[in-house]
């Protein structure tokens, strides 16, 4: 075992770091207030090669493994949970969906784009009634000929509007039947496919988010990604996967409110001391570094099981409940050292705080981490 970052990971965090501090620190205070998605750094990072992080330089990715894209991730989430959950979103569900499950002349098609950027990629699984009971969607499509025709609804969809390619998972079979979902790629500006902004979201505001509508979608069955019924079992395993890449995040919130609560707390004076000369204080820093650095390893230790192919959806859980609730921990914690300054917007740890509750419920919530957890323990 090896608990250094290698080469490759320490050429990424650096690289992360700087685009992170140049472009989006000085940014993300509008971009939260405004609930703006910065295309344009999307595009900047495709163009580091950040959209594409563990895709095949053959299909144009960067070549490298969950190491390494954890890393970035922990690295955008220290700034910005929204920007970070865009790049999640963008590799783990949507090209990771193509990459693992599509067809190779699927995967020619719009890897290359969705790694440089030149593609915005989005992921559909939950519907408005159906969020951790994913499997009851009732999104349908019909066979016609050599098409399939989708009707219906998906919510709180990343990317939904600005999304150049979509994944959506659509019930073709019976209603529970575990064998009746299947994935179909959609194009934007397909007749009958529109979406809507969802606004007023408590954090994440930079990353968007967007309900799809599907009326009478023509969608030709050569878009189907791998066969007919198996999208269900194919969404479990890239959630597996969009776990590693939530926990990673959700490392960096909590790195990002830990690393700020630090500062203010050796520089902040009361009682003619700074407040980290009191217990009171500095436990709470202690209880912070090393739940930050605990929820940094079970995240390795997932990516590690999903870079050598082997089964992890216990650790995938493991790291996605833990390390989310970190966050929320962290942010809280650093907004009660802050103080009155950390209830306001001038001070970071608010953000931290709204954008670490996103990561206890987005990709399945703490009680669905609980459920495959207990399930796998039980078996
Ligand atoms: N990998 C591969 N296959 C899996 C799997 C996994 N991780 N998890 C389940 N499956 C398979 C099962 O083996 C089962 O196959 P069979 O019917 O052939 O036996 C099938 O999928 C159905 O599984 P299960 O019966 O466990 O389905 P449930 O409806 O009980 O749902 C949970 C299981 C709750 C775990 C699932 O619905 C879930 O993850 N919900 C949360 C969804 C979520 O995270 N949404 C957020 C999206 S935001 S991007």
New binding site residues.
Partial sequence: MNFELDDNQKMIAQMVRDFAEKEIRPNMKKWDDEEYFPVDAMKKMGELGLLGIYIPEAYGGSGFGYHEYATALMELGRVCGGVGLSVA?HNS?CTGHIYYHGSEEQKQKYLPKLASGEFIGA?G??EPNT??????MKTTAVKEGDHWVINGTKN?I?HGLSGDVSVVLVRTGDL?D??GITAFIIEKGIPGFSAVKIKEKFGVRASETAELIFENVRVHESQVIGQVGQG??????I??G?RISIAALSCGVARGAYESALKYAQEREQFGHPIAKFQAISFKLADMATEVEAAELLTYQAADLKNKKMPM?KQGAFAKYFASEVAVKCGNEAMQIMGGYGYTKEYPAEKFLRDARLMTI????SE?QK??IS?EILK
């Fill in positions: 979103a569900l992921w699984l939950t969020g951790s009971d994913a499997m009851r709180w990343t529970l575990s064998n269900f079992k194919q969404a479990m395993q959630l597996d969009g959806t987005g990709e399945g919530t669905i459920v495959v399930r």
